[in-house]
């Protein structure tokens, strides 16, 4: 109810309102009569304070600045002074005072009683509390009825059209979700926005938007709240309508359908987390513990609809650094997940393992398929490292997941590439195992080790050198010098090593000391 509405009853047809147009529109939720001026802890926002004056004719131009200050910050909607035979007029002060902080003021005669004004305050307000009630009440009867079939959101938007009869639209763009009833008003912009004053039947946050067509020509208004869920980042609830009042009785039926959308969000939450725990331990017994059985083998692979066709691949990604691990390790699976139609994944604490199915070898997943899968978002190429194994028969299922994280391990020591295959480690694929992968530093020479630290400028010359075939021409254009300074740099190299660059043997040694020296500098530079 707002004062213009109370001035309006029979009972105030022989009140006053001595401020004019001042606050007509300010709800009255509560009455209130003054006894005190430490309204502070006793009145409420939007309540109305009844005075027979007394409690202020005493007080000085302080306290009752004060007073009034207090009664703007609460946001008291109106002031009535009841005249009596004592007080006869209100003084010219207190009309001055409401008009400067627009506080309606309304004149009350001496036949009226405290308890006449609260009836007729009171009266509608509990009249429009127990209709929100009952319309609340009703449309949760009517939500149970159907809750026990529902089993989509479209069903639960269905029915909230049928009861608010009003335009609707339920988005929740991480499960896609986009349902419209009763129009579709995307070509409209938003030219006003406010949030709306919860009350004591509303727990959701509501914003009230104006929007504008400029196709139509047409204003409207759309209620919009945000649904909170841990499945759905993002869920919004909007209602559109012509008049820019919005109705109590809509928000109940709003409050209403913001429950059943949540806990049809936990329930979806609920499920996803067994499907996910349900196939992680499924691609775990298929990857980690492949059973020999092949009865067994087949039943494992028949849930996780991945034995159609006879050839297997895998694809691991890591992130190097565990402190910098990101929310972008759920976006790169799911991008992975679709480079092929039937896969599945394990995810564990430190990697994640797709595991496709591929009708052929030629439908294997190449390194430059993943790479461009990640070209628009560089972050990942630089946080993350991923390995390719080789096409498996179904008997070779068990080595995808050694080959792919061996792959990692070697890339993490001795840094390649952010893709790389298993095929690219060659002769190294013979040091992947853990009891062999220690010894592949125990063949690099001491005094190559030794010159990577203490005379880095050598090293590079040598690194080049082997880069451009053992060209010196090639190996002074690279390095932008003359080839007498290359031929000086290499002879000291090799008086340092104590070794022949011409001997073949002593040459494919040091040629891949020097690599594996390079690419651990990588590994620890990445």
């Not at 004592?86 to 003084?91: F, K």
């Not at 400067?100 to 007729?120: D, G, H, Q, V």
């Not at 479209?154 to 339920?170: A, D, N, S």
């Amino acid at each position: 109810m707002k004062i213009k509405d109370l001035i309006a009853m029979k009972l105030f047809k022989k009140c006053k309102l001595l401020t004019k147009n001042i606050g007509l529109e300010n709800t009255i939720s509560s009455a209130m009569v003054l006894e005190a001026m430490d309204i502070e802890n006793w009145t409420r926002r939007n309540q109305l304070i009844m005075t027979s004056f007394y409690a202020l004719k005493d007080a000085s131009n302080n306290e009752i600045t004060d007073f009034f200050q207090k009664m703007k910050e609460i946001g008291i909607s109106g002031l009535i002074v009841k005249v009596d035979r004592l007080i006869a007029n209100i003084p010219d002060w207190l009309i001055e005072r409401c008009f400067e902080y627009e506080i309606p003021l309304i004149k009350a005669p001496e036949n009226i009683s405290y308890e006449k004004i609260m009836l007729t305050i009171y009266e509608p307000l509990l009249n429009h509390q127990e209709h929100l009630l009952r319309t609340y009440y009703d449309v949760r009867q009517q939500f149970t009825k159907v809750e026990r079939n529902l089993r989509s959101f479209e069903q639960i938007m269905e029915t909230f059209y049928q009861l608010i009869k009003l335009p609707c639209r339920l988005k929740i763009d991480s499960l896609g979700i986009d349902i419209h009833y009763g129009g579709n008003f995307d070509n409209y912009v938003v030219s006003q926005h406010q949030f709306l004053q919860t009350t004591e039947f509303t727990k959701n946050l509501y914003e009230k938007l104006t929007l504008f067509s400029q196709e139509q020509n047409q204003q409207i208004t759309a209620l919009k709240t945000e649904i909170l869920s841990p499945l759905a980042q993002k869920c919004t609830l909007s209602i559109y309508q012509e008049s820019s009042e919005v109705k109590q009785s809509d928000l109940m039926i709003i409050e209403n359908v913001t429950d059943l959308i949540q806990e049809k969000l936990q329930t979806e939450s609920i499920l996803k987390k067994e499907r996910y725990a349900r196939m992680n331990n499924l691609a775990d017994a298929i990857l980690q513990n492949t059973p020999k059985n092949a009865d067994e083998l087949n039943s494992l692979l028949d849930e996780a609809h991945i034995n159609s066709y006879p050839y297997y691949q895998g694809i691991a990604f890591i992130c190097p650094n565990e402190e910098k691990r990101t929310e972008d390790e759920s976006f790169i699976a799911k991008k992975l997940r679709r480079l092929r139609k039937l896969e599945i994944y394990f995810d564990h604490y430190n990697y994640t393992v797709v595991l496709f199915n591929l009708k052929s070898e030629s439908d294997a997943v190449t390194k430059k398929e993943i790479k461009q899968l990640f070209t628009e978002k560089e972050t990942i190429s630089k946080q993350f490292h991923f390995s390719l194994s080789q096409i498996k028969k179904k008997s070779g299922l068990k080595e995808i997941l050694f080959e792919c994280l061996d792959t990692l391990r070697f890339n993490r020591s001795f840094f390649i590439d952010y893709v790389i295959s298993v095929k690219d480690l060659g002769i190294f694929r013979f040091f992947m195992q853990e009891d062999q992968f220690r010894q592949l530093e125990t063949i690099i020479p001491e005094e190559l080790t030794n010159l990577r630290y203490d005379n880095k400028e050598l090293f590079d010359t040598l690194h080049t050198f082997f880069k451009t075939n053992r060209n010196y021409k090639q190996t002074a254009e690279t390095l932008f010098l003359h080839p007498k300074t290359i031929r000086y740099r290499l002879n000291k190299v090799e008086e340092l090593l104590r070794i022949d660059l011409t001997n073949p043997i002593q040459l494919v040694n040091y040629e891949i000391g020097t690599y594996l020296l390079s690419m651990k500098r990588s590994s620890t530079n990445e």
